[in-house]
């Protein structure tokens, strides 16, 4: 049984101050939730004292990034070793920003899912077509390609420890996710494709689905079988928004 698992992605967007501050009213308001797995990402500079304040919490610490070395001379860039220390849980790879303002390729990722898992991060592996990409019905082939790529040289027993977030580039921050119905093609076509290649282990991984989460749409796409929770951008930023989409069960359409 997966429990769901829900992140928060708050991107380049605060201060260190405005950082602490939403952690302190996400942990006042999720710091006990229960059947859920709950994790935020801050930027780098904030995660010590984001990790200080919900260190007695059950919310986890999760990082946006990390380079694929564990040291070396890679100026600007922060390693699986150095989140580890903070107790940072698990670790963003291949976000679709990253791989198109910086230039991340398929081989990158897969080498930061390799750092992620040598230093006890579980790794949530982005991937997801263009707009033009599904316009074009070649969703599954892009996604395929993708994951292929990004799982090149895994194990069974490495991808235990390994969560995908099937996140569509077009839904990204634009207001418009994709229909429970589409989001669940996708996601059945990804369970069936780690089921080829790991077995049974495939029924353990999560796939999260990202893209203009809200509170409004969040209990739909988790009724899906193959939804396990979500990577939330913008909605994460507002710490009411994000609990509701935490608490989707609360938002249950009453019974006709
Ligand atoms: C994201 O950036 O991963 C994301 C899903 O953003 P948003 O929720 O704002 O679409």
Request: with cysteine.
């Amino acid at each position: 049984m997966r429990k769901p698992l829900f992140i928060g992605n708050w991107k380049m967007n605060l201060t260190g101050s405005e950082a602490t501050d939403l952690a302190k009213k996400i942990t006042m308001s999720l710091g006990s939730v229960e059947d859920v797995d709950v994790a935020i990402a801050p930027s780098y500079l904030a995660m010590r004292p984001v990790s200080s304040i919900v260190s007695a919490s059950r919310i986890e610490l999760c990082s946006q990034d990390l380079h694929w070395e564990d040291k070396g001379p890679f100026t600007g860039e922060v390693s699986g070793a150095m989140l580890a220390e903070l107790r940072v849980k698990y670790v963003i790879v291949g976000h679709s920003e990253r791989r198109r303002n910086f230039g991340e390729t398929d081989l990158m990722i897969n080498m930061k899912i390799d750092a992620a898992l040598r230093n006890n991060l579980i790794p949530i592996a982005c991937l997801g077509e263009k707009g033009e990409e599904r316009l074009a019905g070649k969703t599954i082939n892009v996604v395929r390609k993708q994951m292929n790529a990004l799982l090149e040289g895994i194990t069974p027993d490495q991808a235990r420890n390994i969560n995908l977030a099937y996140e569509p580039v077009w839904a990204i921050g634009t207001g418009h996710n994709a229909t429970p119905e589409q989001a669940q093609e996708v996601h059945k076509f990804l369970r069936d494709q780690l089921t080829k290649r790991f077995g049974e282990v495939a029924r353990e991984m999560h796939i999260l689905y990202g893209g203009s989460v809200r509170p409004d749409n969040i209990y739909d796409l988790m009724m899906q079988p193959d939804i396990d929770g979500a990577l939330v951008g913008s909605s994460s930023l507002d710490a009411e928004h994000f609990s509701a989409i935490v608490r989707y069960r609360d938002r249950k359409p009453a019974a006709v």
